[in-house]
């Protein structure tokens, strides 16, 4: 089946993190990149790059136009997929964007990071380690290095794509201020919060994310 949607995986993560999410919904790919799926080279992993990387990836996978779906720091890479290449994507999801400049401070960074940790389910956690370890450290790093860089609102500002942002309501590396901020760089920005969850929605609610992706989907 020719994908409508691709999802990226957030940063660290590997392509179980949208495994169950494209099981309930139809149509879905997971395209995997260096430090968002795949172990990351030399080669520059800024969320540009990483974008331009995305859509060559594209070719050939689908028909046309996609809807991407992003995750985390993966959301970046996927708003600038889209300012970048518009007429291979029709639109984007994306699930606890980052990097809200506000915990810029690296110890405001470290205590967001621990208040949703809390809010996360458990039994996630070894998982989620192997796929950090899959996927290597060392791009981890770095990817999040140039992450906190890059200003996701100027991204957005500068496409006139449909965005649907969702944020789980215990996600405070995505807190509802930023996602406010976002939600104000233009017209076509919709917020959805899930009923429940954190920052790891894919994981941890991927039924109730499969049915709100839907609404980008038929949109």
Avoid: K
Avoid at 43 to 66: E, F, K, T, Y
Avoid at 72 to 92: F, I, L, N, T
């Amino acid at each position: 089946m020719t994908p409508v949607a691709v999802a990226v995986p957030g940063l660290g993560l590997t392509e179980r993190g949208w495994r169950d999410v494209a099981r309930h919904l139809a149509g879905t790919a997971v395209v995997a990149l260096p430090a968002y799926g795949l172990p990351a080279g030399p080669g520059p992993i800024a969320p540009a790059s990483s974008a331009d990387d995305l859509v060559r990836r594209l070719d050939g996978l689908a028909d046309g136009p996609v809807v991407l779906l992003g995750h985390s720091a993966s959301c970046q890479v996927v708003a600038e997929a889209a300012r970048r290449h518009p007429a291979a994507v029709r639109g984007s999801v994306l699930v606890g964007p980052t990097a809200d400049p506000r915990m810029s401070p690296r110890p405001a960074l470290v205590i967001r990071w621990l208040r949703t940790a809390a809010r996360e389910d458990p039994r996630r956690v070894p998982a989620m380690l192997r796929d950090y370890l899959t996927t290597r450290l060392s791009g981890f790093a770095r990817a999040l290095r140039a992450a906190r860089r890059h200003d996701l609102r100027e991204t957005l500002a500068g496409s006139d794509l449909p965005v649907l942002v969702v944020r789980g309501p215990h996600d405070h590396l995505a807190p509802s201020a930023w996602i406010d901020d976002l939600a104000a760089v233009r017209p076509g920005i919709t917020v959805v919060t899930t009923r429940a969850g954190a920052h790891m929605v894919p994981l941890t609610r991927p039924e109730e994310l499969a049915r709100v992706c839907r609404v980008a989907l038929a949109g």
